[in-house]
């Protein structure tokens, strides 16, 4: 692996740690019944996606990062790959979390446009690595 697939690894793994507190920090919320989580089934589905996609988004890009050194792609096409791969999981939790920041909003807000540009990312960057590996 390229020092820069581990190096983009590296931070992905570090991101973990993140997710397991915002984990821990919903968890907390249904424990000890915190207003504005429990009493707001918005707020509480769209935070529960964005803890969801985070996980997830993180080990796909870490499964899909090795694959990056297989492809005949030069240094600034493998760059935008890794960029790729690594923006949704923290793009798309943003737009999650950010879009029902207050307890009392009861709709997200326009701050969920980031979970459709991290998709957009998450399917570029996946489809240039598969074109690279084809």
Same mark, same amino acid.
């Given at each position: 692996?390229?020092?820069?697939?581990?190096?983009?690894?590296?931070?992905?793994?570090?991101?973990?740690?993140?997710?397991?507190?915002?984990?821990?920090?919903?968890?907390?919320?249904?424990?000890?019944?915190?207003?504005?989580?429990?009493?707001?089934?918005?707020?509480?589905?769209?935070? #529960?996606?964005?803890?969801?996609?985070?996980?997830? *988004? !993180?080990?796909?890009? =870490? &499964? @899909?990062? $090795?694959?990056?050194?297989? #492809?005949?792609?030069?240094?600034?096409?493998?760059? *935008? !790959?890794?960029?790729? =791969? &690594? @923006?949704? $999981?923290?793009?798309?939790?943003?737009?999650?979390?950010?879009?029902?920041?207050?307890?009392?909003?009861?709709?997200?807000?326009?701050?969920?446009?980031?979970?459709?540009?991290?998709?957009?990312?998450?399917?570029?960057?996946?489809?240039?690595l598969g074109l690279g590996l084809v």
């Amino acid at each position: 692996m390229s020092s820069a697939t581990l190096l983009t690894a590296g931070i992905l793994l570090i991101t973990v740690s993140t997710i397991v507190f915002g984990g821990l920090s919903l968890l907390m919320s249904i424990v000890k019944r915190i207003p504005g989580y429990l009493d707001n089934p918005v707020r509480r589905a769209l935070w #529960t996606a964005g803890h969801a996609h985070a996980g997830v *988004l !993180v080990i796909f890009a =870490l &499964v @899909a990062l $090795p694959y990056l050194d297989r #492809t005949g792609y030069g240094p600034g096409t493998q760059t *935008l !790959v890794r960029a790729l =791969l &690594v @923006a949704p $999981p923290i793009v798309m939790a943003l737009g999650f979390f950010l879009s029902v920041a207050r307890p009392s909003d009861t709709k997200p807000n326009k701050l969920i446009w980031l979970v459709p540009l991290g998709g957009a990312s998450l399917a570029a960057g996946t489809l240039i690595l598969g074109l690279g590996l084809v």
